[in-house]
């Protein structure tokens, strides 16, 4: 079964193919991905790796509180986004 992890604190230089690499390290990656801005196009500085499950757990004792690309990452589980509340107008308060 597939495990999608969250790997947080990413350096602005990382990629996907970079975060792919390193987590390969750990096992075969499914998937990888780096979060972007969807206007700007720059880093989020997050993201997330599909991996098997075995390999997966072994990818969070690999990577977790160690350093990629000059910074120190978080690397957990991923957990279901939350529900947001509706929005309530249209932003800065311009209603129709």
């Known amino acids: 079964m597939v495990k999608k992890l ?43 790796v599909e991996m098997e499950e075995a390999e997966a757990n072994a990818a969070i004792d690999m990577w977790n509180s160690k350093e990629l690309d000059g910074r120190t990452i978080v690397v957990n589980e991923a957990r279901p986004m939350a529900d947001r509340p509706p929005r309530s107008d249209f932003g800065g308060g311009n209603r129709y």
């Open 6 to 48: 969250y790997v947080g604190g990413l350096s602005w230089d990382t990629t996907d193919d970079s975060l792919r690499a390193a987590f390969a390290q750990a096992g075969n990656v499914v998937s990888a991905i780096v979060i972007k801005d969807k206007f700007s196009g720059k880093s989020k500085g997050f993201g997330f």
